[in-house]
């Protein structure tokens, strides 16, 4: 059964007509075998039983007057009856009255019969009948006939039946290629599309010569599938550039890859960096341009990690030129992809170093000139001491809040009004520098000048 369901559509639909052909012919012969068998039987019945009945009514008046000679000339009229080849007459005694055989018959030897009927026996029929007139039985009437003409007769039509069997299946073989074409044709045209479509993936080919069967209700539904999935795939493919668009223009690296550290896309910066385009790294595995070995662990510990996001700087060496980058990783898919970006911080981590470099230097100065910075948060009524500052005056870091007041109260009474007027000028319209001198108290309670 396996093997049959593996066979193709056309071989299974010519095998099934074939075999309803066959079932259909071989129970036609049959039933005329048996009708034929039928009719001889009883035509070779038939012919006994009226060759009995007229021996029968020649025979009573050979058997009154006990006449074997008139019997065995009435007997001798089976002759015109070739397939009839022996006939006995036995008298009311039961004994032998006359006979008739047929030449190469005559030592065929009846066993007494004494009931009415019909036997069968190896290829020949016989019949016993009684001869009665008028209620008074006579004697006993036996005829054979030999019905090996009739069983040839049967064989030469069985013989007829099987060539009409054959020609049938044949015809049927015939008939059934052609039928065939009509149902196996549409589906493996069907079937060819499906894998032109499946290699080339091309979305526009459809199934032509729709009929109205259910067949064709199939191809039509493959033409609509193959509609939507187009239009499916226009609208993807337009939404991928839409998105390669707009990747292209992230100002960072962008990258996909899977959990095996190989790449399923790049955006075109991260393509340009190496010289590539971005299609030249889609399959490639993560090092296959000698990526950092730093990037390289962090991405694998990354999807050994049961973490959906991550972030790192990473240094590489990238066209023989140092560059540092901040990359963030998010996982997708059931954790079997991850998208990484990359933006370049090379230049503030640069520019970071040399603030850095400046700071310290600025606080080098500051510590040499013995200066303190000061500096106010207007709107947020806060300030800024530095610890020279405070110094200064005497006091420990803690020892001086970060507001406005701490320098107002600090102020000489005598410049005091001054001083904040001043200072409130230059913000109400601040023109060039401010440069001015006044005393602040000490912690030790005089006054040190000081110069702003």
């Given amino acids: 059964m396996k093997k049959f369901r593996d066979l193709s559509i056309k071989t299974k639909l010519v095998l099934m007509q074939l075999l309803v052909t066959s079932v259909v012919l071989v129970f036609l012969g049959i039933f005329l075998i048996y009708d034929e068998w039928r009719n001889y039987k009883d035509s070779a019945v038939n012919q006994l039983t009226s060759s009995a009945q007229l021996i029968i009514s020649n025979s009573i008046s050979s058997l ?14 089976l002759n015109t009856q070739n397939e009839i080849v022996n ?12 006979k008739y055989s047929k030449a190469g018959y005559e030592h065929y030897t009846l066993s007494k019969i004494n009931q009415e009927g019909i036997t069968f026996s190896k290829g020949y029929i016989t019949i016993a009948k009684k001869i009665m007139d008028d209620e008074e039985v006579l004697g006993m009437l036996s005829i054979r006939l030999d019905m090996s003409a009739r069983w040839n007769a049967l064989i030469r039509d069985i013989y007829s039946i099987i060539l009409a069997f054959v020609a049938g299946i044949v015809t049927a073989f015939l008939l059934a290629i052609l039928v065939q074409r009509k149902i196996s044709g549409p589906l493996l045209e069907l079937t060819n599309k499906t894998e032109q479509v499946a290699k080339t993936g091309d979305y526009s080919l459809r199934i032509e010569n729709i009929s109205s069967d259910e067949i064709g209700y199939l191809g039509s539904a493959f033409n609509r599938l193959l509609e939507q999935t187009q239009l499916r795939e226009q609208e993807l493919s337009m939404a991928r550039e839409q998105l390669q668009i707009v990747l292209d223009t992230v100002p960072g690296t962008i990258s996909w890859l899977d959990s095996n550290l190989n790449y399923l896309g790049v955006n075109r910066r991260l393509a340009d960096t190496f010289g590539l385009k971005p299609e030249d790294f889609i399959g490639q595995n993560l090092g296959f341009k000698g990526s950092s070995e730093e990037f390289v662990a962090f991405v694998r510990k990354f999807f050994n990690s ?11 060496i990238i066209q023989n030129q140092p560059y540092t980058h901040l990359i963030i990783g998010q996982k997708y898919g059931d954790d079997k992809f991850a998208v990484f970006i990359g933006i370049d911080i090379t230049r503030i981590k640069e520019a970071e170093r040399s603030i850095k470099l400046s700071e310290e230097r600025f606080a080098l100065v500051l510590e040499a000139s013995n200066t303190g910075i000061w500096d106010f948060d207007i709107l947020n009524n806060a300030a800024y001491y530095s610890p020279r500052w405070k110094a200064i005056l005497g006091y420990e870091e803690h020892e001086i809040k970060n507001t406005s007041e701490e320098w107002e109260n600090r102020l000489h009474p005598d410049e005091k009004e001054r001083i904040i007027k001043l200072f409130d000028d230059y913000m109400a319209n601040p023109q060039g520098q401010l440069v001015y001198e006044y005393r602040l108290r000490h912690k030790d309670g005089t006054y040190r000048w000081v110069y702003d």
Avoid: H, R
Wanted: proline share 3%; hydrophobic share 40%.
């Fill in 64 to 77: 009154q007057f006990s006449d074997p000679a008139a019997a065995e000339e009435v007997l001798s009229s």
């Fill in 87 to 98: 006939a006995w007459i036995y008298n009311g005694e039961d004994k032998l009255f006359a």
């Fill in 306 to 316: 049961k973490n959906k996001q991550v972030y790192k700087e990473i240094n590489a």
